[in-house]
């Protein structure tokens, strides 16, 4: 599985490494790629495409790599399923919630709720509900 992620300040990153282990918890291998490095064709054909970033701007996404990467997946998502999630900060996840109705209008069919964590996940819980996602994923 293939988690595809910006983070500026290491938060999703952090997120996204959880969530690795959360899958190969399960018996699944992933592989971690950030979102300057991605394909847009080589994701879409993953059987979920998993995105994070967090939240930027006035509750945005990255502009820079995130921003056209969704756009490029835009016309490939269409009946896919897609798992979002990502750091923020002071704001209550509308970013979140727009990337997530955004999804949906291309087609996407959405595995769960985005997951976001406000800054870094430290406490047990936030660990623990990145890992359980990761493990969501990977028993689809
Ligand atoms: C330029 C800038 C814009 C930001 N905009 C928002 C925002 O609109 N809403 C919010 O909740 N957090 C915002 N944040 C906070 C980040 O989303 C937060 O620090 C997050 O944990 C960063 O995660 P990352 O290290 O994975 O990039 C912003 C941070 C910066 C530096």
């Known amino acids: 599985m293939k988690i595809v992620y910006y983070s500026t300040s290491g ?4 997120m996204a490494q959880l969530m ?37 701007g006035a509750e945005q996404l990255d502009e820079e790599y995130m921003e056209p990467l969704v756009n490029a997946l835009s016309d490939k998502v269409n009946g896919k399923k897609v798992a979002l999630f990502g750091s923020y900060s002071w704001g209550e996840g509308e970013w979140m919630k727009e990337w997530e109705e955004r999804m949906k209008s291309y087609g996407a069919q959405l595995v769960g709720d985005g997951l976001i964590i406000q800054e870094t996940p430290e406490d047990d819980e936030a660990v623990e509900a990145c890992k359980v996602f990761g493990k969501m994923l990977a028993n689809l």
């Open 11 to 14: 938060n999703t990153e952090v």
């Open 20 to 56: 690795k282990d959360g899958i190969e918890a399960a018996g699944k291998q992933a592989e971690l790629i950030v979102a300057a490095d991605a394909n847009a064709d080589e994701i879409a054909n993953e059987e979920v495409i998993i995105l994070g970033c967090s939240a930027y």
